[in-house]
């Protein structure tokens, strides 16, 4: 599985951003998908996860309530709809697929994308 990750850039705080994940490969739909961001100077960590079938998310308390996973089998795509971002949302974010639906954790996750940068102003 190939994944690309796009769909950042700089935003106001307050602001919003859809991140999108364009996987290729092996049969998509059956890998579960998650997000994660890397800040400056901080270790990867966990935002949201998708089920293979979309029924199932998980979110991080840090965005939970402000941001949505969703998925689309048939373009081969996840996406993070972010709302009301604030400095502590700039940062690198992946997307990765996985085998185990709702992983929170880097080693769980197979296939990773190469980032899309995420950059909040006040």
């Known amino acids: 599985v190939q994944l690309q990750a796009?769909?950042?850039?700089?935003?106001?705080?307050?602001?919003s951003l859809r991140l999108s994940c364009a996987a290729s490969g092996r049969t998509f739909s059956s890998y579960a998908m998650g997000w994660f961001r890397q800040a400056p100077g901080k270790e990867r960590e966990f935002v949201a996860a998708?089920?293979?079938?979309?029924?199932?998310?998980?979110?991080?308390?840090?965005?939970?309530?402000?941001?949505?996973?969703?998925?689309?089998n048939v373009k081969n795509a996840v996406?993070?709809?972010?709302?009301?971002?604030?400095?502590?949302?700039?940062?690198?974010?992946?997307?990765?697929?996985?085998?185990?639906?709702?992983a929170r954790r880097d080693p769980e996750y197979a296939y990773w994308g190469q980032g899309t940068l995420v950059t909040v102003s006040s």
């Open 50 to 72: 998708i089920g293979w079938s979309g029924s199932y998310t998980r979110y991080a308390d840090s965005v939970k309530g402000r941001s949505t996973v969703s998925g689309d």
């Open 79 to 102: 996406y993070l709809q972010m709302n009301s971002l604030n400095s502590e949302d700039t940062a690198v974010y992946y997307c990765a697929a996985g085998r185990i639906t709702g």
């Open 6 to 15: 796009s769909g950042g850039g700089l935003v106001q705080a307050g602001g």
